[in-house]
Structures are given as structure tokens and as C-alpha cells.
């Protein structure tokens, strides 16, 4: 379809393990962002792109967490050494304006990956 | 971002008026009211938003207080399907101060019941 695309949507990974998440984004879309949802809990704001260049990493909550975008288009997030803490759903989203003096436009969310560490 | 209060859940009967309550009291002039869904094990769905004016659109209507420190999300006539949860966000969505990313809070979890 033509929405927000991501995979795995279900992964299952030891401590210590290290995962790969992706994000197919609306095609066009300028801002793409990480959200991270834990049980019951609204999504958390990890990170911002707009078109390659991350522009906001302030909710990345360590070092372990990477993100990147490099052609503008598909992101991937990356986490090192898995702990339980970081078991959650991770949302993409994107919006097919940029930030800066124009509207940011509506963010249209994938169905999430869901990360469980064991 | 102004910070949104919300019950943490409601209920309504199938059929009925699902009315949602937001209070935005700390709202600045150019932030905007944003409503988003969540239904189970999917991501959130964009709704409706305005700034000061009644908006509606095919989904639902939005209500906005005149002093902007609170809104009402309507569903009017409410199904099974619109079981989720509600988010309500405020954002300056133009100009330099317009946010990247929203915040989200708690949000209301709605229950439709037959």
C-alpha cells in the first residue's frame, strides 16, 4: 500500500543482542520520526530527520540507540547490546513537509515494531 | 509544547455521541489542537485540528473553547471501531517555534460498548 511501511513488526532478541529496525516511509516525505511506545504508555519522541540529515536526536534515550537516513528515503533504527528496557513498540512516522517556517504537516505512522529482549 | 490534561478513560454506548474533553490551559497564540487515535496494536491516526474555530471534518468535530484552554473531540455517532485511544496534542505548527515532533501524553482510553 501507500502507507508507512516497517519490519520486522515482531522481534524477539536476547540481552546483549544487537537489532536493526526499518522504516519505508510515505513516498515524498520530507521529516521522518522514531517514536518509542512502551506497554500502555503514549509514544515517546526519539528522533527527527528531515530528508537525510537528522536534525533533532534529543529523545534517543542512550548511546545504544542509532538512527540514520542516508539517501533521504528509507531510516533505519539501530540498538546495541539489547536490554529489557527497551522492550516497546518503535513507531515511525512522516509528514511530507519539513520543519522550519512551513507546516510540519500531518505525521502519518506505520504500524510499528514491536521489540521484546529477553 | 503546552502540556494536555484528558481523563484516562471513558465509555460510551454504540451509537451515541462520544464527547472527549481536553484541557490545554497554558495553550500559547500559535499553537494549535491536535487530536490523533490509536487503536489497538496499530499506530496513531490523525483526526481532526484547529487553532480557535469549530472544525469538522468526515471523522469527527472539534470544539475549541473561545479563551483556547480547552477543547472537546466529538465522534458523533460512535461504533465498535472507534474503540482506541484518544491523544490530545497542542503545537505551534508555523514558523520557527513550530515543533517537530508531537508529544504525546496518556491520552483517553475510549471504550464503545453495544
Known amino acids: 500500500g501507500a502507507g508507512v511501511s516497517q519490519s520486522p513488526r515482531y522481534k524477539v532478541a536476547k540481552r546483549g543482542q544487537d537489532v536493526a529496525l526499518r522504516c519505508d516511509p510515505i513516498s515524498g516525505h520530507v521529516s521522518l520520526f522514531w517514536y518509542q511506545q512502551a506497554l500502555g504508555q503514549g509514544p515517546e519522541f526519539l528522533t527527527y530527520f528531515q530528508n537525510e540529515a537528522q536534525l533533532d536526536k534529543s529523545g534517543l534515550p542512550s548511546d545504544r540507540f542509532f538512527a540514520e537516513r542516508p539517501e533521504g528515503s528509507v531510516s533505519t533504527l539501530k540498538i546495541q547490546r539489547t536490554q529489557q528496557e527497551d522492550s516497546a513498540v518503535y513507531l515511525c512516522?512522516?509528514?511530507?513537509?519539513?520543519?522550519?517556517?512551513?507546516?510540519?504537516?500531518?505525521?502519518?505512522f506505520g504500524e510499528g515494531s514491536r521489540l521484546t529482549v529477553l | 509544547d503546552a502540556k494536555t490534561t484528558q481523563p484516562p478513560s471513558m465509555d460510551c454506548a454504540e451509537g451515541r455521541a462520544a464527547n472527549l474533553p481536553c484541557n490545554h490551559s497554558t495553550i500559547s497564540g500559535n499553537e494549535y489542537v491536535y487530536w490523533y487515535r490509536q487503536i489497538h496494536s496499530q499506530g496513531p491516526q490523525y483526526i481532526i485540528h484547529g487553532l480557535k474555530n469549530n472544525e469538522t471534518n468526515e471523522m469527527a468535530s472539534l470544539i475549541i473553547t473561545e479563551d483556547r484552554k480547552s477543547s472537546t473531540l466529538i465522534l458523533p455517532h460512535a461504533t465498535l471501531r472507534d474503540t482506541a485511544v484518544y491523544y490530545c496534542?497542542?503545537?505551534?505548527?508555523?514558523?520557527?517555534?513550530?515543533?517537530?515532533?508531537?508529544?504525546f501524553g496518556g491520552g483517553t482510553r475510549l471504550m464503545v460498548k453495544p
Open positions: 496534542i497542542v503545537r505551534a505548527r508555523f514558523g520557527a517555534n513550530a515543533g517537530n515532533m508531537l508529544t
Open positions: 512516522a512522516s509528514s511530507l513537509a519539513g520543519s522550519g517556517g512551513a507546516s510540519i504537516g500531518e505525521l502519518f
